[in-house]
């Protein structure tokens, strides 16, 4: 009887493990979706040349007439789509200002989208990434008005409030985003400490 009862238990094992391991993935999460109204605040550090271990801080330094390392103060607004399955979309505005010692300082808007995927733990952390090649911006005035930039990666990570109201979501300053410009293929590398608040307007 013993031996009987043993060889069930054994073939049941990986039933139990198998609903276990589903149970895991089927967290109050799973299914998560909605429309968010984002504001953002935070600054990126630009460099005409990559960044490297040891790189010196952004103190104004140039070649000639042109500025090889500057900082920006960035400020935006737009809704972050969360479809079910993992995948969204953003469309927005963005507002950025170089200050001195950038030789043009000024409010320099510019439209931004991209598409990107997502998950949200069991525990509410959040994690996403653009898809690579959906990221574009488009300058809104200035001597690039009308022409657009592109932005290789840029991944996030935050928290979803229980009552999935409210989303805090920022950058990974340790990214290293390579910006490239439709108009001159010139690159421009950035590092952007950047935090978002995004309240719930929609299913």
């Known amino acids: 009887m013993k031996k009987r009862i043993l060889i069930v238990l054994m073939a049941a094992l990986p039933i139990i493990m198998l609903a276990n391991a589903v149970f895991a993935d089927d967290h109050e999460w799973k299914g998560f979706h909605g429309e968010y109204a984002m504001t953002l605040a935070g600054f990126c550090l ?3 040349s ?13 070649e000639g007439n042109a500025l090889t390392c500057w ?8 809704i972050w789509s ?16 170089a200050p001195p010692p950038y030789p043009y ?9 991209f598409d990107f995927t997502y998950q949200v733990t069991k525990d509410g952390e959040l994690t996403a990434a653009i898809v690579p090649g959906t990221f574009v911006g488009t300058w809104l005035a200035g001597s690039n008005a009308g022409k657009t930039y592109t932005v290789d990666i840029f991944n996030f990570f935050g928290m979803v409030s229980k009552d999935r109201k409210t989303i ?17 293929g010139m690159n421009i590398y950035g590092r952007c400490n ?5 309240i719930q307007i929609g299913n």
């Open 105 to 113: 300082p000024n409010v320099l808007p510019a439209d931004l989208e």
């Open 168 to 184: 805090t979501l920022n950058s990974n300053a340790n990214d290293l985003q390579n910006f490239t410009s439709a108009a001159t």
């Open 46 to 48: 630009f460099s005409t």
């Open 71 to 78: 900082n920006a103060q960035i400020v935006a607004e737009g």
């Open 82 to 97: 969360f479809k079910s399955g993992g995948k969204g979309s953003f469309i927005g505005s963005q507002y950025g200002m």
């Open 50 to 62: 990559t960044f490297s271990p040891g790189y010196p801080a952004c103190d104004g330094s140039a």
């Open 194 to 198: 950047l935090s978002r608040t995004l």
